[in-house]
Every structure is written in structure tokens, then in C-alpha cells.
């Protein structure tokens, strides 16, 4: 996919890959091994381990997403005008503290604690990485890279779930101490080889013309709106995998293996996919149908019966975050400019610390309500109901603006 790319100035083009991309990419992959060694089985730990009730633990995981998305604005503004690098030094060492102290606190507020901290380590330097990646891409080639960075981030999936459950075997304060080791190394990756990548807002744009200019752009508004529902639904697979394997599963293990399977599935597909569609269907159709697609993925999920029917589901879901997420990004970075990328991609982190805390919350109540019960479905019928009506709106906002 990278092959015949060159770059010009502070963007790629065709034929070889810019240094700076080059060593996002890096940081990126390592910093996804680190941070899927322990994040998709801290549900694992809490529920199988530690006994936690569903919405207990949904809780816990929430307060990681509220701090990160929650506070993403603000960060975003600050690495617009301090520099990318610096900011993605700042948020990788805030987030070794926090992901070391899982490894040493032993009680639910803490791990609370522990979540807040490493949600806040991603909420610096998330928008920035964002910032970093639109600022070397051109315009043509940013759902591509996007699309990239998401198979990097799945390569990262597919070898951090296998190691944190083998480590799980042995000691969850391990998991969570190589996990730290691993942002520790992508810390060191970041000093020497990322490109300074000076914030240029602090010269050029004031905090509230920006802010001013945002509120008022109804169109980024709406989409903001949307991504709630998105996000609500694309947060359920770290809730919905644990849940029904505690109830038809023998093996803990088989939970990483499911996500492992749907994070190969996205690595072998994610850029031909997106290569065809692209030409064919405008952005917002494309979110339209990936919306539908994790919608009936959670249909799917209430009729599963065992491995293999739960393995088909998880399949869908990962074919809808596949649409969804990259151009989901490209259409941020559409709606910003040049100087605001990271404060763009910061402004959005509310809906995404919105439909977090409600996906979690919200399906971890209903889950603990019905699992057991002739309702069952009705968690599983809710949220597929609700994938249909995000997609429609996604529909025909695509054909207003086709």
C-alpha cells in the first residue's frame, strides 16, 4: 500500500515514505502492543477474576474513557501550540504511570484511579498523534494512512492480546508492568525519532476564534452527535465478548482468541476494503453502512450459542469498525485546517467520552438486568435498533452532500 509513495514537503505523494510518517507508524505499532496487552482484558480480570458485577466493571473502564475523550479538547488545543512531540512525550509518560499503578493498586477504587491516570496520559497525546498523521498526509492520501494506522494498531491487537493473556497466567500485575515497559519503550521511540513538529496556532490563530469557529460550524456539530451513537455501539465488544463467554464459554482464554481472530480479519481486509468502497460511495454512505454493520453485529451476539457463532460476530463487528474508524478520522481532519488538526480531533473526544460512558454503563446495567433472564435479548435488539437509526441519519446526510 506504501510501495511507490515519495514525499513533498510536509506531505506524502507518490513514491517513498516521509521519516516523520515513518516514525508514527512505529510509535504507533508499539504503543498498541503495550496498551492491548492489558486494556481488553481488564473487563477479563474484573469479571472472571475479581467477581465484579458487568456494570461495576463497565464503570471502571468508563472512567478511563471520560478522562480520555473527555478532556481530549483541551489537549488538543495545548498540542496545537506546544508541538506534537512534546505533547506525545507528556501524555505516553503520564500514561506508564497510570497503566503501572493497575499492577499495584488491589481494590475498585483504585483501579478507578489507575484508569483515570492512564485515560488521561491518552487524552495529550491522542490529538496529537492525530494532529501529527493529518499534518503529513495530503489530502488524498488521508483515509489510506488512516486506514494504515488502523492495520498498524490491529497488528499491535493481534500481539498484545496474545501476550496479555499468556502473561494473565501467571500474574496480572505483570500484564500491567509490561504493559507500562512497552509505552516506556514507544517513549524513547518518540524523543529520538519523531520530528519536533512545532505548534503553529500559538503564531497564527487565538484560542477563542478557534473555539468561536468550531461552536458555530453546525455540520462538525452534527457529525459530533453522530459519533456519540457510534462510539456507544463500537464499545460494546469489550463488554459483550466477556459477558456471553462467562455464560457459554469453558475457557477464559477464548476471549482473546475471539478478539485476535476479529483483528487478523481487520489486518487482511482493512485497506482493500476501504480501497474499493472509496472509489465508489461517499464518506458518509460509508459510515452509514459501517454504523448497520456493527448494529447487526450486536443482533448477532444475542443469538449466539457457543465459539463459533460468537466468532462470526465478532467477524461483523470488526468488518464495521473497519468502515468506520478511518474514515471517520478523514472526515475530521475535513472538517479542521491546518493549523487546528489536533484541537479538531480533541473537540470530538466528548463524543467519544459520551458515547463511551454510555455504551459501557448502559449496556453493562442492561446485561446484568436480563443476561439470566426471558429478556435476554432485549439488550442485543436495543443497540442493533439503535445501529439502524444512526445509520439512516449517516444516509441522508450522504446524499445531501452527494
Known amino acids: 500500500m506504501l510501495r511507490g509513495l515519495k514525499t ?14 515513518l516514525a508514527l507508524y512505529v510509535d504507533t505499532l508499539v504503543m498498541a502492543i503495550g496498551f492491548y496487552m492489558l486494556v481488553p482484558i481488564l473487563s477479563v480480570y474484573f469479571i472472571y477474576h475479581l467477581g465484579m458485577s458487568t456494570a461495576l466493571s463497565g464503570s471502571i473502564i468508563a472512567v478511563s474513557g471520560l478522562a480520555q475523550n473527555g478532556l481530549r479538547f483541551f489537549c488538543g488545543i495545548a498540542a496545537d501550540r506546544i508541538g506534537y512531540k512534546k505533547t506525545i512525550l507528556l501524555g505516553v509518560g503520564i500514561r506508564i504511570v497510570g497503566f503501572t499503578l493497575y499492577g499495584i493498586v488491589d481494590h475498585p477504587a483504585g483501579y478507578a484511579v489507575a484508569a483515570f491516570i492512564s485515560g488521561l496520559g491518552g487524552a495529550i497525546f491522542h490529538p496529537a498523534s492525530f494532529g501529527a ?22 497488528v499491535g491487537f493481534i500481539l498484545g492480546a496474545v501476550i496479555g493473556m499468556l ?11 509490561s504493559s507500562a515497559f512497552m509505552f516506556a519503550l514507544a517513549f524513547l521511540l518518540s524523543w529520538f525519532l519523531l520530528p519536533q513538529m512545532e505548534g503553529e496556532s500559538s503564531k497564527e490563530q487565538k ?53 485476535m481472530a476479529g483483528a487478523v480479519f481487520m489486518v487482511l481486509l482493512q485497506i482493500p476494503v476501504l480501497r474499493i468502497l472509496l472509489n465508489r460511495i461517499h464518506q458518509f454512505h460509508i459510515m452509514a453502512l459501517g454504523t448497520f454493520i456493527l448494529g447487526l453485529s450486536m443482533l448477532m451476539f444475542g443469538f449466539t450459542v457457543g465459539l463459533w457463532s460468537m466468532l462470526g460476530a465478532v467477524l461483523i463487528f470488526t468488518l464495521g469498525q473497519m468502515l468506520v474508524v478511518p474514515t471517520m478520522n478523514h472526515i475530521i481532519s475535513n472538517f479542521s485546517d491546518p493549523h487546528s488538526f489536533a484541537t479538531y480531533f480533541g473537540f470530538t473526544g466528548w463524543s467519544f467520552a459520551i458515547g463511551g460512558f454510555l455504551g459501557n454503563t448502559g449496556g453493562g446495567y442492561l446485561h446484568d438486568l436480563t443476561i439470566k433472564s426471558q429478556y435476554s435479548l432485549v439488550p442485543w435488539i436495543t443497540l442493533f435498533l439503535f445501529g439502524c437509526f444512526i445509520s439512516i441519519i449517516f444516509y441522508m446526510k450522504g446524499n445531501v452532500r452527494s
Open 167 to 177: 502473561l494473565l497466567r501467571f500474574d496480572f500485575s505483570l500484564v500491567c508492568f
Open 133 to 154: 498523521y493529518a499534518r503529513t498526509t495530503s489530502e488524498e492520501m488521508k483515509t489510506k494512512i488512516f486506514s494504515f494506522r488502523e492495520t498498524l494498531s490491529n
Open 207 to 259: 484560542l477563542f476564534p478557534i473555539v468561536k469557529k468550531i461552536c458555530n460550524d453546525k455540520s462538525f456539530l452534527g457529525f459530533c452527535l453522530l459519533i456519540i451513537g457510534v462510539w456507544a455501539l463500537n464499545v460494546q465488544l469489550y463488554l459483550s465478548v466477556p459477558v456471553l463467554a462467562k455464560v457459554l464459554l469453558e475457557k477464559v482464554d477464548s476471549v482473546s482468541f475471539l478478539y
Open 8 to 21: 513533498k514537503g510536509d506531505v506524502i505523494v507518490q513514491g517513498s515514505i516521509k521519516p516523520g510518517l
